[in-house]
């Protein structure tokens, strides 16, 4: 039992590459790729349900392992590579399946995460760490909810229940607005890293 919060990362990052390798698939068939309509339905209710239950365990990993004080030095590390591979999946295989609301702020979050990814690589050495901030585990959450919000919006024909379109529309530029915010608030705290990184490393000069 206490690795089962180990266990729910890795089984996050399983999940987001079949979740994005299930849009893949889906973008192709909307290329003219050979795959049935049955199929492409399956794949995009997989997509959306593999999406949902590694955000939520996006949480209860975390919440188990401070709870039973199991905390790693692996889940420190796996966690928020989880989150970033799972963010930058679903992004990626949203534009797979032609979704162009979530092109431009996408875009940002992906190289905000890459950026912030790569700035840690170099204080590493140096000895200086970057603590995850609340911000940066609210922006975290915030683009989950919008980018659920998107998926299951994008693929509302995939349930076989009634549409509106009109009221389908509306509602998918609310969850894109909703992503834009998160967009802002991700490129926010990436600017709150590269300042305390400007510190810390003005700190750590001699004399």
Known sequence: MKQL??????????????M????????DGLDGGAIAPDVGTWLARFAF???VVAAVTDYFDGWLARRWGVTSLTGAILDPIAD???VCGAILGLLAVRTPG????????????FAVSALREVLAPRGIKLPVTFLAKTKTTLQLVALGAILILWFWPAWGLATNYAVLGRALTYAEGLFDFAALVTVWTG???ALAARKALQGAKPG
């Open 49 to 51: 349900a593999a999406f």
């Open 102 to 113: 979530v092109l431009v702020s996408g875009g940002v979050i992906l190289f905000r995460e």
């Open 191 to 193: 600017v709150e890293y």
């Open 84 to 86: 970033k591979i799972l």
């Open 5 to 18: 919060p180990n266990v729910l990362t890795v089984l996050r990052l399983v999940l987001s590459f079949l």
């Open 20 to 27: 994005f390798a299930a849009m893949v698939f889906v973008g």
